[in-house]
């Protein structure tokens, strides 16, 4: 069918959804790094641009106020302060993206456009955008369904099985496991008197190089991995707003 010229107004949408994605994939300095640490203050963590641990450092005297076998906890905590501080510097930088001024668009007489909306595309968007909704939820308010038949779904709990990327240290005393990019445990090996009889630069040193063998592993993982996240099926559907849009209303542009 063909639209009023008033239609011409989903073009302009779409440009200004254009902006907005340029405002947010803003990126970051690569060559920044952000700091953070501990509640104790016994644990220093630096990350990069993409949130990745670079350097971990320890105060001399961190077993007298962390006992050995919470430094796993006092780890992550400082991780998580340290890409606080990341996400923070990131939003900065949108704020000011936000504020340049938007580029003119010439004015042009509208002209009558051809739709043929997509329903099987429209059935799958709300459908993404279901999953969007359910991700975004707390982990307690997420409902957890199971496949009975191909279209079909109960209610009942389904064990969570969450895929951990693990690293092992080049000493094997540490261990690091990431949830996608997320540090999700740093195990320290407590059960032997390693921890005890090595100085702070010796397990500063372990924990770096636990990371970064995570790092590595989760790089060969990577292209064999498929993404079960809604959110990045739908920001990969909507990276080209313009063509979202063409796309989903079927225009003859």
Same mark, same amino acid.
């Given at each position: 069918m063909t639209t009023p010229a008033g239609f011409d107004e989903l073009h302009r949408l779409a440009g200004q959804a254009q902006r907005f994605a #340029?405002?947010?994939s803003v990126a970051q300095d690569e060559a920044r790094t952000f700091a953070g640490q501990d509640e104790s203050a016994q644990v220093h963590v630096e990350v990069d641009a993409n949130g990745r641990v670079t350097d971990v450092t320890l $105060?001399? &005297?961190?077993?007298k106020t962390v006992d050995p076998r919470g430094l796993g906890a006092a780890v992550i905590e400082a991780v998580n302060a340290a890409t606080t501080t990341r996400i923070g510097a990131w939003a900065d930088r949108v704020a000011e993206a936000a504020d340049e001024p938007a580029p003119e668009t010439p004015v042009r007489e509208p002209e009558p456009v051809t739709i043929n909306p997509s329903g099987q595309m429209i059935e799958n968007l709300l459908y993404l955008l279901h999953r969007v909704g359910q991700e975004t939820k707390p982990p307690a308010e997420r409902p957890r369904r199971r496949a009975v038949a &191909? #279209? $079909?779904?109960d209610d009942e709990p389904a064990p969570v099985r969450k895929r951990l990327t693990k690293g092992t240290s080049d000493g094997g005393h540490v261990v690091v496991a990431l949830d996608g990019k997320t540090v999700a445990q740093v195990q320290i090996e407590t059960e032997t008197i390693w921890v005890?009889?090595?100085?702070?630069? $010796?397990?500063a040193g372990e924990l770096l190089s636990a990371f970064e063998a995570a790092y590595r592993r989760a790089d060969e993982e990577a292209p064999v991995q498929r993404s079960d996240s809604a959110v990045a099926e739908l920001q990969a559907l909507t990276a080209d707003p313009q063509e979202f849009v063409a796309k989903l209303f079927g225009l003859d542009r």
């Open positions: #340029d405002m947010f $105060e001399r &005297d961190w077993d &191909d #279209d $079909e779904y005890g009889n090595a100085n702070h630069l $010796e397990v």
